[in-house]
């Protein structure tokens, strides 16, 4: 596959680890329509992704794959509907860019990259956040997470 597919469209959980920094959640698949899946994960938040050339049943066990410069912060939300809520664990400046580390309250963390702000990104510890993301960015494996470490 051409070096994009491989990064944002990965064939199998093995290849989305590989390549590239990744965020994986375990869910349930609850809804499916017109090539799209509902899934409920951590904490009964609904993820919404293409299913692509993975067919899924309703009930069965997914993992999906979100690339941290996919997720957006936004700093003292709550999460709301479409979005995941934790509190900012740690930062790590990188020069231009920046990981931020959320962790959900399932004890779970996600990892956030973005160009780093003028101000003091270290000041974003501890404090309240929720991430969120375009469905099109999000890659439904069928796959489960415990299958590969």
Known sequence: ???HELYFQPATLFVAGFVGD????????RHRAGGCA??????GCR?????RR???????????????????????????????AGVVESVLFAGSLMKVF???ADGGVLQVKMLTPRGAAGELVGKPA??????????LFDEKIAAHG
């Open 1 to 3: 596959a051409a070096p």
């Open 54 to 84: 993975r067919p899924v049943a309703l009930g069965q066990t997914v993992t999906l794959m979100i690339r941290p410069e996919s997720l957006h912060l936004t700093v003292g939300a709550d999460g709301g509907p479409g979005g995941i």
């Open 130 to 139: 929720a991430v969120s993301w375009s469905p099109r960015d999000v890659v």
């Open 38 to 43: 509902t899934v409920e994960g951590p904490g």
């Open 22 to 29: 990744s965020n994986l959640i375990a869910g349930v698949v």
């Open 47 to 51: 993820i919404e992704a293409a299913t």
């Open 102 to 104: 959320l962790r959900r």
